[in-house]
Every structure is written in structure tokens, then in C-alpha cells.
């Protein structure tokens, strides 16, 4: 007899597990069926554990500019083993983390692989094994997604890796190649060079960061080569050789071809949905893409499914998912939640210097029409940055000059990723100019420069 539930939500990762837990808040009786690990990617094998690295590599850094602010040490070294392991760790204890926060909200937690199975129907089995049938009126799927593997370039373990392996390296590599500078491959090749690797980031398209505004990702090429990280934009990778104990990559840049030689090579070139052996065959739910097909409330094709998450395509981010998740969860409660709108998404990217942007870049903003007003202020010009002995990178706004509406602001340098969030609110409460210009922000902080990116954007900016 299969077991009843109001939801069920497949896959434990940030759009799942905050479905889950928002469902059983209004009182919906929840199931959630996770396959390897609660928390999904994000926490196990993504945002988390890089973050872990991250924190290290910058302590790295720091310790090898001790200099500059008064200090000396010798001797520093680190041990590999324990940064990794300190990583995982703390990828462990926000897993269990979230299945403290199941339990304490009821929700019913299988360990499986669920599969559609029929209207309202889910089969729940382990290595094969039937583990259960459920039956539930609304089943979201969060099934998330994966690395995408290019034909030549698949990760092996060993030479080749996928983010999987390189958040689990078996050594650290003293010569590097990442493939793909998105988010991702920036964060990675950020994390090996302040680690003291010898890295070579490789891009296809003609910039670093393609998704950022151009003016970022041209600070950003520049930032990683002052740090001695070899960028390598307009690239073509025509293949891979893996030679005993090392890797080379040979790419072609303006019909020049060259091989680059390394010990490790990441492939992070891009995403593909988890859509495979869902039950999807026979329905009415859409696959574009690899990606399932929804509108603005997750709703797929087949009455009664939804999708949120990495599973239904770009952006690939852990708080689109949740976001996703809970839109979904309150529309079937019949809370009518507003769309999920994309543009009011932030992006961050955690290398060094961090990168952090919302809503539209400026060449985006004149393609979609508008008549635009610049703002741009640099971190040389505020005293907290100084202060802290981190002025590189600036921030940037973009206004509609029509009606002053803000329309996309951009960031590189220090503490970036935490202060999108004033634009973000910004944005959802679709402020102008004159609000942003009207608030007053904390002195000594690096916030003060988005203040005076506003300024600046109006012809009143003060301290440059
Ligand atoms: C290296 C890396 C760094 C990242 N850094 C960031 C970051 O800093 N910020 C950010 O916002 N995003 C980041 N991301 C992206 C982020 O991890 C994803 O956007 C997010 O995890 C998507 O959440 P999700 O719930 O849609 O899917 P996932 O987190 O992928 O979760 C899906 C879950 O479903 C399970 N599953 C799949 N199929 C089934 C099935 N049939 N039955 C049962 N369970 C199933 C999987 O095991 C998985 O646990 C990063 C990703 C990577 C790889």
C-alpha cells in the first residue's frame, strides 16, 4: 500500500529541502526522497566546500603579505590534507545540519532514487531495490544538476576533474589548467594560484566571467594576471593528452596552436540537468536543453509537477532554487507569491578579488533599449578598503536616465559578495536613484562606495 502525502519533493538540495520545509510550515504532510546527500551539491559538493577552500587560500594570501601590515613569520606552510579535510567537514555539518531541520518540520525523509510512477505516483528504490511507493497530490521535482562533461575531456579522478574531485584532490597540484572561467572555474583557479599553484585559466569566449559586465571581467583578467594566474580568452581546447603523471591541454587561439602542460586539469565548462531515469517518458513535461521546462511558477506540462532548481536551467544558484522552491510550495498552498522575477538575481563569484552583480549589465541594458546613466566609483577612493589594505576593484550602476530606475549594479573587490544584497533589495523594491541617493550608509565601510557609484552616476559623487 503506497504511503499518502500532500507533497513529495525529489532531490534534498537547496530548492528541495526549503520546498520541503516551507510545505510542512502550511501544515502540507511532506515527503523528500534524496539519493546521496541532504543538501544536494550546494552544501556537499558546491557553494559550501568551495567557500572552506576559499577561506583558506585567502588566509594563504595574507600570510604571504604579513608584511604590509607590520607582521613577520617564517616558515608558514600549510598542510593540504587538513585544508581539505576542514572543507568536507564543514560540508558534513551543514548536510546533517539540514537533517536536523527536516526532522524537526516532520517532513518524511527517503533514502532513494525516486522515479515518477503514474499520476501523483513516485517509486522510491535503493541500488535497485523497491524502498517505497508514495502517492502524493503535488510532487515537485529538485533533482538539481552536474558537471558537463566535453567528449575527450571526461574527468578521470585522477588527471582530469570534475569540481567533485577538485574539492576532494588527491594532491595539490603544482601546475594547474582550469577550462572554463565561469563561476566555477574562476573560484577554482582563484583557489589553486593563492594556494601557490601554477595556474592557466582557459576561456572560449573573449573574456573571463562572460556572464558579468564586460568592464568586471576586464578588471577581473587583469586582477588574476598581476597575481601570475596565465589567462587565456578566445580559446579553443582541441583536445587533451594525459601522460603518466601529468596532463597537457592543446588549445588553439587565433588559428596559433599550443600545448600547455600541467598535473591536474579542471574541466568546469558548464551544467547539464539531472533528467535522466525521472519517470519523465509518457508525460507531458517538457525537456528543452537538458533542462526541464516550467513557467514562472514551476509548473511543467504535467498537471500536478513541478520543477524547480538547477533542474530547470539557468541561473545555476543554490538561492534561485530556494527561492524557487518556496514560490512553488505557496502557489500550490494558494498563497498567490509573486513570480519569480531572474533579473532580480544575485550573482556572486568568490575568487580573489570577488565578484558580485544584480540585474542588468550596461551592454545588456542598451540592447534591451534603455538610454542609460553610468555610475562607476573605485575602492581606491574608500577609506575602509584603504584601511584594510584591499582598494583594488570598483563598483558600477546603471541607471535608466529616463526614469532613474535602477537597473543593474556590478562589483569587483573586497567583501563584494555580502553587499549585493543592498542593491538586490534595491531592485525588489524598484528604487531610483533619488531613494539610493537619499540613504545613508555606515562610515568607515566599503558600502559607502556603492553609495557614491549612485553619486557618481548623477554628477555628485564627493571623494574622487
Ligand atoms: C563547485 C560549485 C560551486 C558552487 N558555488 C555556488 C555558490 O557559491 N553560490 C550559489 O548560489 N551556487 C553555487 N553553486 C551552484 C549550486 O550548488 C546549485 O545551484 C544548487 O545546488 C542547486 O540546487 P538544487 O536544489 O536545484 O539542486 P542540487 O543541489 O543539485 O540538489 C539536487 C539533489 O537531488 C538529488 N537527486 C537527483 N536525482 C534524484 C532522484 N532521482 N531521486 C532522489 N534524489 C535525487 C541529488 O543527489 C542532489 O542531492 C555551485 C556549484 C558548484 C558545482
Known amino acids: 500500500m503506497a504511503e499518502q502525502f500532500d507533497l513529495v519533493v525529489v532531490g534534498g538540495g537547496p530548492g528541495g529541502y526549503v520546498a520541503a520545509i516551507r510545505a510542512a510550515q502550511l501544515k502540507m504532510k511532506v515527503a523528500l526522497v534524496e539519493r546521496e546527500h541532504l543538501g544536494g551539491i550546494c552544501l556537499n559538493w558546491g557553494c559550501i566546500p568551495t567557500k572552506a577552500l576559499l577561506r583558506a587560500s585567502?588566509?594563504?594570501?595574507?600570510?604571504?603579505?604579513?608584511?604590509?601590515?607590520?607582521?613577520?613569520?617564517?616558515?608558514?606552510?600549510?598542510?593540504?590534507?587538513?585544508?581539505?579535510?576542514?572543507s568536507r567537514q564543514v560540508a558534513g555539518q551543514l548536510s546533517s545540519g539540514v537533517k536536523g531541520l527536516l526532522?524537526?518540520?516532520?517532513?518524511?525523509?527517503?533514502?532513494?532514487?525516486?522515479?515518477?510512477?503514474?499520476?501523483?505516483?513516485l517509486s522510491v528504490t535503493k541500488d535497485n531495490k523497491p524502498v517505497a511507493e508514495i502517492e502524493a497530490k503535488h510532487i515537485i521535482l529538485a533533482t538539481g544538476a552536474r558537471a558537463r562533461v566535453i567528449p575527450?575531456?571526461?574527468?578521470?579522478?585522477?588527471?582530469?576533474?570534475?569540481?567533485?574531485?577538485?574539492?576532494a584532490p588527491d594532491i595539490m597540484p603544482k601546475?594547474?589548467?582550469?577550462?572554463?572561467?565561469?563561476?566555477?572555474?574562476s573560484e577554482f583557479a582563484s583557489f589553486f594560484l593563492n594556494m601557490g599553484a601554477e595556474v592557466t585559466l582557459i576561456e572560449a569566449m573573449d573574456r573571463v566571467l562572460p556572464v558579468e559586465d564586460a568592464e568586471v571581467s576586464a578588471f577581473v583578467k587583469k586582477a588574476f594576471e598581476k597575481q601570475k594566474m596565465k589567462v587565456i580568452t578566445g580559446a579553443k581546447v582541441q583536445g587533451v593528452r594525459k601522460?603518466?603523471?601529468?596532463?597537457?591541454?592543446?588549445?588553439?587561439?587565433?588559428?596559433?596552436?599550443?600545448?600547455?602542460?600541467?598535473?591536474?586539469?579542471?574541466?568546469?565548462?558548464?551544467?547539464?540537468?539531472?533528467?535522466?531515469?525521472?519517470?519523465?517518458?509518457?508525460?507531458?513535461?517538457?525537456?528543452?536543453?537538458?533542462?526541464?521546462?516550467?513557467?514562472?511558477?514551476?509548473?511543467?506540462?504535467?498537471?500536478?509537477?513541478?520543477?524547480?532548481?538547477?533542474?530547470?536551467?539557468?541561473?545555476?544558484?543554490?538561492?534561485?532554487?530556494?527561492?524557487?522552491?518556496?514560490i512553488v510550495v505557496e502557489a500550490i498552498a494558494g498563497l498567490h507569491p509573486h513570480a519569480m522575477d531572474v533579473s532580480n538575481i544575485p550573482g556572486c563569484t568568490y575568487c580573489r578579488p570577488q565578484v558580485a552583480s544584480v540585474g542588468l549589465t550596461e551592454?545588456?541594458?542598451?540592447?534591451?533599449?534603455?538610454?542609460?546613466k553610468v555610475g562607476r566609483f573605485p575602492f581606491i577612493g574608500n577609506g575602509k578598503a584603504i584601511a584594510m589594505g584591499e582598494p583594488e576593484g570598483f563598483v558600477k550602476t546603471v541607471f535608466d536616465a529616463k526614469t532613474g530606475a535602477l537597473l543593474g549594479a556590478h562589483m569587483v573587490g573586497p567583501e563584494v559578495t555580502e553587499m549585493i544584497q543592498g542593491y538586490t533589495i534595491a531592485r525588489t523594491l524598484e528604487t531610483t536613484e533619488a531613494e539610493l541617493i537619499h540613504t545613508v550608509f555606515p562610515h568607515p565601510t566599503v558600502s559607502e562606495a556603492m553609495h557614491e557609484s549612485v553619486l557618481d552616476a548623477y554628477g555628485r559623487v564627493i571623494h574622487i
Open 243 to 326: 601522460n603518466g603523471e601529468g596532463v597537457s591541454a592543446i588549445v588553439e587561439v587565433d588559428g596559433k596552436v599550443q600545448e600547455l602542460t600541467a598535473d591536474r586539469l579542471i574541466s568546469a565548462v558548464g551544467i547539464v540537468g539531472n533528467v535522466e531515469n525521472l519517470g519523465l517518458e509518457g508525460t507531458k513535461i517538457k525537456v528543452e536543453k537538458t533542462h526541464i521546462v516550467t513557467d514562472e511558477y514551476g509548473r511543467t506540462g504535467e498537471d500536478g509537477v513541478y520543477a524547480i532548481g538547477d533542474l530547470t536551467g539557468a541561473p545555476w544558484l543554490a538561492h534561485k532554487a530556494s527561492h524557487e522552491g518556496i
Open 103 to 121: 526532522k524537526k518540520n516532520k517532513v518524511t525523509v527517503f533514502d532513494g532514487h525516486g522515479k515518477l510512477a503514474g499520476k501523483g505516483k
Open 175 to 185: 601546475k594547474l589548467i582550469v577550462i572554463g572561467s565561469g563561476a566555477i572555474g
Open 363 to 372: 551592454a545588456k541594458a542598451k540592447e534591451a533599449g534603455y538610454d542609460v
Open 58 to 86: 585567502e588566509i594563504n594570501h595574507l600570510l604571504h603579505n604579513l608584511d604590509a601590515y607590520g607582521f613577520a613569520a617564517d616558515n608558514i606552510r600549510y598542510d593540504f590534507a587538513k585544508v581539505v579535510k576542514r
Open 152 to 167: 575527450g575531456i571526461e574527468p578521470d579522478g585522477k588527471l582530469i576533474w570534475s569540481y567533485r574531485e577538485a574539492l
